[in-house]
């Protein structure tokens, strides 16, 4: 069979991420990669044994060869390189945020719509086996209806002033931070989970560090806390460091949940809860393996995660038998199999988010930021950025 040929665009944390992953996925061959230095993007491919590295990902994308990308760059640089990826006849895979406003994510869906080409978003936390099960336990009733979503996405990685990440410069990242970057993870998790649509929202934002101390080198993600002293600049900080969210779901759900950059001790700690009329589950992604269920007339338990005693539904979303754990770097290749699959067979479902899903949740990102400068409720069509 004819391997796919794909290149990755970014060679930062993502990058590596979304690499390493693709070594994992048969029928996938990582031809290229690019990025901003050069040196950087040979590095990276010459520990994979890519030989093709570029500082200009528009190289890469005049390669008629190549038949999908990879963009794993700061959140300003994803739509105009998804966009020119389309142009050039690419499917894409896309790190989340799809684009930082919402008008630019529209124009992306329907390029990719008029073009015919598979487009995915990187909301890999979907993939969790315990998740999938989740879903499948919601959908099969087993719950009852759905009365109550809360929960968390606490991390540590900012807590200190001294630290910094391209994702809290405006101009790299966006308008949002804590809920772009983690906040949208746990919202279309819940929706997923749950297939109920948040329809309305009031959020409240705060940088708790308005000046952080930036070092005048680049510092890469989630390594700050390993970094020695060096030159730093005051800088201004207009993202926010925490967010916390009330929302009506569905009908007549209601729910609440909190982001958190600064949370000491919480290293990628996304906790979720859904209650129901009948039973209850708690997962927490730092003990992916386990679920939580909780019913009010019998002893609560808590299931392991095990092919062979999930739902049938979301089984295949467990490569390893009971007792073998699969944990972050298992979800991308889940999502990467599905997306390459349907890159094959063009008559394949999509079974992995696609940028309508990216859409959704910059709608809600958005709704967000505009509660928070109104302080007060904003209304969201419930069918707002879903696949049509």
């Known amino acids: 069979m004819k391997k796919i040929r794909t290149a990755i665009f970014g060679t930062g944390f993502m990058g590596r991420v979304h690499l390493e992953a693709l070594r994992r996925v048969e029928g996938v061959e990582v031809v290229a990669i690019a990025g901003r230095e050069l040196q950087s993007a040979e590095r990276l491919g010459a520990g994979f044994g890519i030989e093709r590295a570029e500082s200009d990902y528009r190289q890469i994308l005049q390669d008629a ?4 990308v990879h963009i794993c760059t700061p959140n300003a640089m994803h739509s105009p390189m998804a966009k020119d990826a389309l142009l050039a006849g690419k499917h894409v895979l896309c790190e989340k945020p799809l684009a930082i406003s919402v ?3 529209q124009e992306l869906v329907e390029l990719a719509r008029e073009k015919k080409l598979r487009n995915g978003v990187c909301h890999n936390l979907r993939y969790y086996p315990m998740a999938q099960q989740m879903r499948r336990m919601v959908q099969n009733g087993e719950l009852g209806r759905v009365l109550v979503v809360q929960g968390t996405y606490s991390q540590d990685w900012l807590l200190y002033e001294t630290d910094w990440n391209w994702r809290i410069d405006v101009k790299a990242g966006g308008p949002a931070r ?6 949208s993870h746990w919202f279309d ?19 708790f560090h308005p000046v952080r101390k930036r070092p005048k080198r680049n510092v890469e993600t989630f390594a700050g806390k390993l970094a020695a ?12 460091d925490f967010g916390s969210v ?7 759900a209601r729910g609440s949940m909190t982001a958190s950059q600064v949370a000491a001790g919480c290293k990628n700690s996304l906790h979720i809860e859904v209650f129901g009329s009948k039973a209850s ?4 992604q730092e003990r992916p393996d386990e679920l939580w269920i909780g019913e009010r007339d019998t002893a609560n338990r808590l299931m392991l995660k095990d092919p062979a005693l999930m739902q049938p539904q979301a089984r295949n979303y467990a490569d390893l038998p009971g007792g073998h754990s699969e944990g972050y770097d ?13 890159v094959a067979d063009p008559n394949a479902p999509a079974e992995y988010p696609q940028m309508t899903d990216g859409l959704r949740q910059l709608i809600l990102l958005e709704a967000e930021l505009e509660s928070h400068r109104k302080r007060g409720w904003v209304e969201i069509e419930a069918s707002a950025g879903l696949q049509k």
């Open 65 to 68: 060869t190549v038949d999908a």
């Open 103 to 105: 008008e630019a994510a």
């Open 178 to 183: 804590t809920m772009a970057d983690i906040g």
């Open 189 to 207: 998790l819940a929706e997923h989970v749950t297939g109920l649509r948040v329809r309305s929202l009031c959020a409240d934002l705060q940088t």
């Open 229 to 240: 002293a060096q030159d730093v600049e005051d800088t201004p900080v207009e993202t926010e």
């Open 246 to 252: 009330m929302f009506h779901l569905g009908e007549n």
């Open 281 to 284: 589950v708690r997962w927490n």
């Open 330 to 342: 298992d979800t991308f290749k889940q999502l990467f199999r599905r997306f390459y699959a349907s």
